[in-house]
């Protein structure tokens, strides 16, 4: 009896201790956000502002701008903070959120093997724009990963092929062109270990570890602009989402202070957020 | 190898540093793990030793169905989960998506028929020894279940583990669950996969070296205790 | 040892006493498995006050009749009726030991309890009861040890002893003696005595003749599923009218039906090349 009595009663306090945890949670929101945004460490800098100055605690939940939409729709997240701006007027649209603001933005760019022999075989280092880079790509028939799931990035990166290509390339389609089916993270892994070329919001790869022989090999096109957008949740049509809080969240980061607070980040030296809510 | 030897280094820096965002979170994977094994076990040991007594039509087909559910992909459970604890689902109204306690369900769904199937099939063995004595002791049915739960009890003890090594291993079901929320549902496994994402792959490793030595120092303990309580019981 | 055990008689034997579920009756018994026929045709009636022994070499049936009389297993064909007032309850006022004792892996009181629980008898007549079966089968200085930790012998001797604490009107017993040796043998079958000046009902299987002979008041002589003869023990010890019997008594081997054993036609002896 004695085994079973110690295992019930650890257990026992286990639980009693979780409990305690959850009941002692302050008051809190789930905000839907994207990978980039949580692995650049950006929430890691911004919360604890805003929390110590509203009480009120952060919950995010970081996935891909897809997911990250279909979190909200669903009402499981209070405020959605993502980027891709038509996914995002569009879930407005559909009444599943109030108002979208812009935020801030941060720039995607190519990275691809940089080092060595394989010293970008594609020559995108050369090229004047993102559509011929992809072009380059394309007709050196290097590998090239993309994320291939819902997310902000991926759907870019599809645009751009639409754009250079007058179509977009298929994994079962060219040998050359590889679709991962997972996050920035995990993609990036992937090109690192295999010489590939990939998009990448900069945020991500500035906070990557990984990177190998990986480097930016271009940058600095105005198509290339990330926009990020914040909308709450609409209440209306989910009654229980915190209203009042989630405006409160809302309000302070297109405030003067969360923006100033966004350019104030560095990663790595860098600052990679560039706030740029309406006044 | 260079890159083992710097995952060792950051799992050493790491228990050594004892950080307090690293204690918060194997505490956090310990209790949620613990408390799924407690739940699946109150579940899974009754049925399975009822599974393994009981005649009845359909015995077999929920013996084949158990033994089958022990393969369940966590990321389906997970969806499951998530679907039914979405505020759009049946169970929405109560809040618990992203929430440890959406944890603790998930992981119990998961490992309540490992523990179920592997009971039933030790109990088995043992009923086949006891059937006629307690036939005609007139035993209760009741009665019948515990005693063979009690009397098999040093296997079970492997079980149970065999349930809380599957628990706290997962992450599929958990991070679509928990959400890897920071200082709320964030566990040792959700980490690992973040720092992966992140190409942190030393600091990952690191981090499994000490779910390692976790699991380890459960699994000794557990194994010391049975042996004690073998030596003094027989 | 003996004296011990008579001095403590004090135990409740009202209900057997009384003569609730004897006598049994079988009615043309059969019992089938898989389209063998292991138990044929046996009619026979048990009464109480007797201690019955059923004798025969193996795979006479002698367990199998036991289990259909305790109720295990159920007869293929034929009818076994208890003709005593309980009848609806007979389960209750029985008991079984078995060839190899089935310990629980616990200690040798809880091994006591359990049975008594099994019963539904309450925590304090339980703890009693085992005290008292613990003292006159002499397993006290065991009553702490875990059952399977014990010798055979003792092991057999705490199984005869948790069959007798639910003081039960019948007592089956297949063969408990088999796997013992002299002394263990001679220490159960001590026990047993003990059981039957209680009153209750011995009903037991041996292929041990002179076990048979110290212990039997009626004998059931079985062979090949067939009940042979049926007779007071003297009787059957001094004149048995069957055959068989007869055979069996003077320790001759009961195989002759068997088909002679011959040789293979040809004989190969492989050397080694």
Redesign the interface.
Known sequence: MKLAAKFFLISLIAGVTLTGNVSAAERFIVVASTTSTVNSGLFDYLLPKFTSKHGLQIRVVGVGTGQAIRVARRGDADVLFVHHKKSELAFVRAGFGVGRSDVMFNDFVIVGPGKGKGNDPAKVGQTESVISAYKAIANSKSIFTSRGDDSGTHKKSLSIWQTALKMAPSSNGVKWYRETGSGMGATLNIASSMNAYTLTDRATWENFKNKGELKILFEHDPLLQNQYGIIKVNPARHKHVKSKEANTFINWILSTEGQAAINNYRLNTKQVFFANAKK | MSDFNEAFSAAFALILSFESSLAEIVG?S???S??A??LASLIGLPLGAALAVFRFPGRTTLVVILNALMGLPPVVVGLIVYLIL????PL??L?L?????AMIIAQTILITPIIAALTRQSTETLWN??A?????????PK?TVI?LL????FSL?TT?LAGFGRASAEVGAVMIVG????H?TRVMTTTIA?E??????ALALGLGVILLCLALGVNAAAFI??EA?IK??? | MDSSANSNIGLKQSQTKGHNILPLKLDNVSYEVNGMRLIKEMSLTLNSGTSTIILGPNGAGKSLLLRLCHGLIKPSDGALTWQGPANANAAQYQAMVFQRPVMLRRSVTANLHFGLRSRGISRAERDQITDEMLQITGLARLAKSPARALSIGEQQRLALARAWSLKPEVLFLDEPTANLDPAATHSLEEIISTIKTTGTKIVMSTHDLGQAKRLADDVLFLYRGRLLENAPADKFFDEPQNDLAQAFLKGELLWWHRQELKPPSEVKYRGIK
């Open positions: 956090l310990l209790q949620i613990l408390i094994v407690l979405s505020r759009s689902g929405g109204t809040g998506l992203f929430t440890p306690t020894e006891y006629e004595q307690f036939s005609s002791l007139g035993t209760p009665e005693a009690w009397d098999n009890r003890v149970i959400g890897n929320i920071d709320v973040l992966t994402s992140k190409g942190n792959l205790i049975n309580a003094r019981h027989g």
